[in-house]
């Protein structure tokens, strides 16, 4: 995408609101019964598109968290302990406090790790990808995808791949469940190469990602710099946009 474009996304951030819908139940929250490991299958992905504005803005705040890269993504066995560690994250995130951003932040939509109030579905989305990473799973394997609920609501949830399929961690829904199964329709999850790319999962949409390219590795997400130019004081102005790491 050409650097006008990224501008102009880049513009719109703090105007957009895509992610709504998220409000979970609170309780008791699934333990793993002992019935072994799950089996599940792929989900098929496309062509890169534009994430979601909530993640560029989230990106925008937390760059370190977004120019995670690799040219060889890793798939995990998944052994009875690393579900154990699977449900176990899944369980802890799903019982903290679940408030939405307006009540939260006083914004629409604000993609940023749980404070002492809570968080919505991004947030829990982002904590559990983070957990796991600290707990040894690869960044390439735990991915945040977006998805539109029966209602037409947006929701976010965290996709972990491993060798026995990818499963759905989800702030909404007490156990863990093969993408297969959770009752959504799946609109784009980020890229397992580069985890500021997100790439296409709705059906509706969908072609070939054969003629998509990625950036080297450790470049600059494209709305990190269009950011940046947007903030340099204007020549003769002194004056630019707002804009902090």
Not at 31 to 60: E, H, K, N, T, W
């Amino acid at each position: 995408m050409s650097g006008v474009w990224w501008k102009r996304i880049v513009g719109g951030v703090f105007l957009a609101s895509m992610l709504t819908g998220c409000s979970g139940v609170n309780g008791e929250a699934h333990q793993d019964s002992g019935r072994g490991v799950m089996l599940s299958s792929y989900m098929p992905a496309g062509q890169q598109v534009v994430p979601p504005f909530g993640f560029i803005d989230f990106c925008l705040r937390s760059e370190k968290d977004c120019e995670v890269g690799t040219n060889e993504p890793a798939t995990p066995l998944l052994t009875p302990r690393r579900w154990s560690e699977l449900d176990a994250v899944n369980d802890y995130v799903n019982r903290l406090p679940q408030i939405a951003d307006e009540d939260n932040y006083q914004r629409s939509e604000y993609w940023t790790y749980p404070n002492e109030r809570g968080g919505d579905c991004e947030d829990l989305a982002l904590l559990k990808r983070k957990m796991l990473i600290e707990r040894g799973w690869p960044a390439s394997a735990v991915l945040i995808a977006t998805v539109e609920q029966w209602n037409g609501a947006y929701h976010s949830v965290l996709i972990v791949e491993t060798d026995r399929g990818e499963f759905v961690l989800d702030n909404l829904k007490r156990e863990i469940v093969g993408w297969q199964d959770a009752p959504y329709v799946w609109k784009k999850r980020q890229s397992r190469e580069r985890a500021h790319i997100w790439v296409d999962l709705d059906r509706s949409t969908f072609r070939s990602a054969v003629n998509d390219t990625l950036p080297p590795l450790g470049e600059t997400p494209p709305f990190i710099v269009a950011a940046r130019k947007i903030a340099q004081p204007v020549a003769g102005t002194g004056t630019g946009a707002v804009y902090t790491r």
